[in-house]
């Protein structure tokens, strides 16, 4: 099983539409999860911090499930300016190396 | 204040030859990080740089080597390009606590015919 794996296909979605991403990891100690957005040929940038209690920002929600190993990410009303590749991130270890997942693609359509 | 600088932005070489590409951390930064992030895949982890020894690495080969210098910036060398070498390489520096965010330069996109 990959470290962090996430389902590579675009969403095309209509303005306002809730959309929902998905990550599974596989277990290492100390680990922290990062949702990163990445525009087009543009550097990925932090998007939020996901915690087991939940993180929520505006319209944006990003969940732990430790017990299931995955994360998640929610973006509610979506607007064409949310358009752009979301990245699930995984920093485990004592030196908090950091593992990408592949990266979804989302097209918001007006 | 500035983030993290690249240089350069795009860069064309040719089967065999050698690269450097330079980085620059954001101000208060002492930890540097280095990906390859293929066409439509997520940044790979290479190899991070801290009080200029590397850290840590991903699954590259020797090929792939670094750098950091005094000042906490940081060279990516590519020896004997490759083809599949083509992508975007990515630098990002943080500071040198596990919970601290890493901030992303812009890349450079190397390109090998």
């Known amino acids: 099983r990959k470290e962090v794996e996430q389902d590579p296909g675009p969403f095309n979605v209509p303005e306002g539409a809730t959309v929902a991403f998905n990550c599974t990891y596989s277990?290492?100690?100390?680990?922290?999860f990062f949702w990163y957005r990445q525009d087009c040929r543009k550097e990925p940038k932090l998007l939020m911090s996901?915690?087991?209690s939940g993180n929520e920002d505006g319209r944006f929600t990003a969940q732990l499930n430790r017990a299931s190993q995955y994360i998640s990410l929610l973006i509610r009303d979506s607007k064409l300016s949310d358009s752009a590749t979301y990245l699930c991130?995984?920093?485990?270890?004592?030196?908090?190396?950091?593992?990408f997942g592949i990266g979804r693609k989302l097209q918001v359509i007006p | 204040d500035a983030g993290v600088t690249q240089s350069p932005t795009h860069l064309i070489k040719t089967r065999g030859q050698q690269v450097t590409l330079r980085c620059s951390p954001k101000?208060?930064?002492?930890?540097v990080s280095w990906y390859q992030q293929a066409l439509g895949q997520g940044p790979q982890f290479i190899f991070q740089?801290?009080?200029?020894?590397?850290?840590q690495r991903g699954n590259f080969p020797d090929r792939f080597s670094g750098h950091q210098f005094p000042n906490y910036s940081s060279e990516l060398n590519v020896n004997a390009l490759l083809l599949g070498d083509s992508a975007l390489y990515l630098c990002?520096?943080?500071?040198?606590?596990?919970?601290?965010?890493?901030?992303f330069g812009p890349g450079t996109r190397l390109t090998v015919l």
């Open positions: 101000s208060g930064h002492d930890t």
């Open positions: 990002a520096s943080s500071l040198a606590v596990p919970t601290d965010t890493q901030y």
């Open positions: 996901v915690y087991s």
């Open positions: 740089y801290y009080e200029e020894e590397e850290r």
């Open positions: 277990n290492s100690a100390s680990q922290s």
């Open positions: 991130v995984r920093t485990s270890g004592g030196y908090q190396k950091v593992t």
